[in-house]
């Protein structure tokens, strides 16, 4: 199992399962702004992943080479070897259990940025919004609380094993040892509270499912038993979302977009995939992420198609947020910071990309 990110080109056609994409929930996130009033908290995308790893590899080094140490220096046998390997297993095993609420912790995050922007648009009035706000800080403090008993064990084991370091070395000639191993061990323990559970559950956990899945998804498309067979649960799919309760002011800016470019006649707005070929014509883009297009967001011109020429249309249920597949963070991120968007669009933007996102998890709380 590779210990590099997942990347794009690796997911393919690939259909995510919902219980992969709950495993990527607990990995490190770092909130990104997108327009003025919207911050997305991350789903489905890591921060920080290289940083964690080479911590947790560096933790590693440590707790072996004090075991090296100790051995050439005390000539400790075997149950000595024994056991420091057992404690350091413990230490990891306490890391990952450590980790664990973060889950809830970032499924919590996801429900404020949410709350968040409706308080600021007024869809929900800003003291109901207040009081809900509240209401997952207090369980996202609940939860932190949960982490205590699992820190307190990590601290106790650094200090046991630094107390049995210096007993062992007082009467040798070693003058440095006996201090500088504790403080090693207290890096360690440092990086077991901070790292370590973020490593594991982005590379054992989150990419072990993801291979696993990968892998199945491969053979089954190698054992087609026809070409007819219904590929919607393997391969990906495009999703043509509707943009519901546009706010009237990007309602019209988005409007004078679309006027613009059918006035123009620009044929690269339009579809052109060959998947659809019928299809295709009848939906404007109007907006596209520059990496592989993956995400759009589109305008339904076929619905307009037999209305008179001087006839108002309702253009409130025209708008679309498509993706093949799984809208990951990056893709949501390249649409909102292409060009064409401005600040109140890409927070209304990254607020239904995160609703969709939501949507993909298989638990919920």
Same mark, same amino acid.
């Given at each position: ?42 789903? *489905? ?6 940083? %964690?790893? =080479? ?7 440590? $707790? @072996? ?9 005390? $000539?400790? %046998? ?27 912790? +970032? ?25 809900? @706000?509240?209401? *997952?800080?207090?369980?996202?403090? #609940? ?14 084991? @650094? ?42 559950? $982005? ?11 990968? #892998? ?10 026809? #070409? ?9 799919? $495009? ?16 409007? @004078? ?6 006035? =123009? ?26 990496? +592989? ?10 619905? +307009? ?23 990951? %963070? ?21 607020? +239904? ?13």
């Amino acid at each position: 199992m590779t210990m590099r990110p997942v990347t794009n080109r690796e997911i393919g056609n690939f259909r995510i399962p919902p219980s992969v994409l709950d495993n990527w929930r607990p990995t490190r996130k770092a909130p990104r702004k997108l327009g003025s009033i919207f911050e997305h908290p991350r789903i *489905f995308s890591t921060v920080g992943y290289r940083a %964690d790893r =080479n911590w947790f590899i560096f933790a590693l080094i440590i $707790e @072996a080479a004090t075991i090296l140490v100790s051995i050439f220096v005390i $000539e400790f %046998d075997f149950i000595y070897v024994s056991v420091a390997c057992l404690v350091v297993a413990i230490d990891i095993i306490f890391a990952f259990l450590l980790h664990k609420p973060q889950d809830h912790i +970032n499924k919590l995050r996801c429900s404020i940025a949410l709350n968040d922007y409706r308080g600021k648009t007024g869809s929900v009035d800003k003291i109901t919004a207040g009081d809900i @706000a509240n209401g *997952f800080e207090d369980e996202i403090k #609940k939860t932190q609380r949960k982490k205590i008993f699992f820190i307190a064990v990590i601290i106790l084991v @650094a200090i046991v094993k630094s107390i049995g370091v210096m007993i062992a070395l007082s009467d040798d000639d070693a003058v440095l040892l006996p201090y500088v191993i504790p403080i090693l061990f207290c890096l360690t323990a440092y990086v077991h509270i901070k790292h370590t559970g973020y490593f594991l559950s $982005e590379w054992y956990v989150f990419r072990r499912s993801f291979y696993k899945e990968r #892998k199945k998804y491969f053979k089954d498309m190698a054992n087609l038993p026809d #070409k007819n067979t219904d590929l919607t649960e393997l391969v990906r799919v $495009e999703q043509k979302v509707p943009l519901p309760n546009i706010p009237p002011v990007l309602k019209a800016e988005l409007d @004078a977009l679309v006027y613009k470019i059918k006035v =123009n006649k620009e044929p690269g707005r339009r579809f052109d995939e060959k998947r659809e070929p019928k299809e295709s014509s009848d939906f404007i883009t109007l907006f596209k992420n520059d990496n +592989n297009s993956n995400v759009r967001i589109v305008y339904d011109d076929s619905k +307009n198609s037999d209305a008179p020429e001087n006839e108002v249309v309702d253009t409130s249920s025209r708008y679309y947020l498509t993706s093949w597949g799984r809208i990951l %963070d990056d893709n949501l991120f390249d649409l909102v910071d292409g060009a064409g968007m401005n600040a109140e669009l890409k927070s209304f933007i990254g607020y +239904n990309g995160l609703l969709i996102q939501a949507q993909n998890f298989q638990t919920h709380d």
